[in-house]
């Protein structure tokens, strides 16, 4: 099983990023996929997910408006495209999938700084 996750890197203030996480091993499509974040001192948090069929999407209150949740089932992989970024989204983030059981990718590094 893998989650390997991509498109991190640094951006300025107001930019965009899309992150993408492969998924390999596992059935996708059974799986709800989330991206979550983690800041230097803070704990993880949940910034967006999607059902299995897409369908449903969630998102954090801080990034309504500005980031989207996405999935291409024929292509195993989900996306988080992020726009309007800001310092505070500065982070690690991670993929997770989520049925019976649920893995973790090893999460991509995201700074937003000028």
């Known amino acids: 099983v893998q989650l390997v996750e991509s498109g991190g890197g640094l951006v300025q203030p107001g930019g965009s990023l899309r992150l993408s996480c492969a998924a390999s091993g596992f059935i996708f499509t059974n799986y709800a996929m989330s991206w979550y974040r983690q800041a230097p001192g803070k704990e993880r948090e949940l910034v967006a997910a999607?059902?299995?069929?897409?369908?449903?999407?969630n998102y954090a209150d801080s990034v309504k408006g500005r980031f989207t949740i996405a999935r291409d089932n024929a292509k195993s992989t989900v996306y988080l495209q992020m726009n309007s970024l800001r310092p505070e989204d500065t982070a690690v983030y991670y993929c997770?999938?989520?049925?019976?059981?649920?893995?973790w990718g090893q999460g991509t590094q995201v700074t937003v700084s000028s």
């Open positions: 997770k999938a989520t049925w019976i059981t649920l893995y």
């Open positions: 999607i059902a299995s069929t897409g369908g449903i999407t």
